[in-house]
T-cell receptor, first 114, second 110 residues
Framework: DAGVTQSPTHLIKTRGQQVTLRCSPI?????VSWYQQVLGQGPQFIFQ???????GRGNFPDRFSARQFPNYSSELNVNALLLGDSALYLC?????????????FGPGTRLTVL | RKEVEQDPGPFNVPEGATVAFNCTYS??????FFWYRQDCRKEPKLLMS???SGNEDGRFTAQLNRASQYISLLIRDSKLSDSATYLC???????????FGGGTRVLVKP
């Protein structure tokens, strides 16, 4: 079975632009979470969606938004990009609510903002 | 103070030796605990969950001390392939998110 997939794998943008990152969870998984990992640090929680509803939000500005589709795939949008948004963006899926189920991570999208 | 804190290392470990390191967490409401392994420029992968009674998986042993709010990981008979960053992860059911430490880097050398 395929694991969590993310696209694109790499992305280069300039300040002020907008970006959309995509995630497909493991088949049968209903929960998707997004994390940002800046070089040299641990991942930081951005959003969690379960059954297409937002169930958690981290301490990120409103420039960050996300949604989950009926097939449980998800998109993360970031507007008005800043240099500090350069990071590895990780998507994780779990069968049910993440508080009880193991989260499995995708390979990430590496975003570089110039 | 960070919610989950780890010694960043690196821990330089001779092949075959034992290495142990801790992670402290600040929120006493934390309910689930995990160790993830992350190789350079790769995604984190679950190494093991951590249970109150302590648990072992092959050469890896994890312990949880709720009173002192720390988690430990011990690696016995270290292999070159154990070289990685080990992420301590805490989950608060109420917050419904994973909180990661900054990671402890382990380098196993011949």
């Amino acid at each position: 079975d395929a694991g969590v997939t993310q696209s694109p794998t790499h992305l280069i943008k300039t300040r002020g632009q907008q970006v959309t990152l995509r995630c497909s969870p493991i088949s049968g998984h209903k929960s998707v979470s997004w994390y940002q990992q800046v070089l040299g640090q641990g991942p930081q929680f951005i959003f969690q969606y379960y059954e297409k509803e937002e169930r958690g939000r981290g301490n990120f500005p409103d420039r960050f938004s996300a949604r989950q589709f009926p097939n449980y795939s998800s998109e993360l949008n970031v507007n008005a990009l800043l240099l500090g948004d350069s990071a590895l963006y990780l998507c994780a899926s779990s069968l049910g609510a993440p508080s009880t189920d193991t989260q499995y991570f995708g390979p990430g999208t590496r975003l570089t903002v110039l | 103070r960070k919610e989950v804190e780890q010694d960043p290392g690196p821990f330089n470990v001779p092949e075959g030796a034992t290495v142990a390191f801790n992670c402290t967490y600040s929120n006493s409401a934390s309910q689930s605990f995990f160790w993830y392994r992350q190789d350079c420029r790769k995604e984190p992968k679950l190494l093991m969950s951590v249970y109150s009674s302590g648990n072992e998986d092959g050469r890896f042993t994890a312990q949880l001390n709720r009173a002192s709010q720390y988690i430990s990981l011990l690696i016995r008979d270290s292999k070159l392939s154990d070289s990685a960053t080990y992420l301590c992860v805490v989950n608060r059911a109420a917050g419904n998110k994973l909180t990661f430490g900054g990671g402890t880097r382990v380098l196993v050398k011949p």
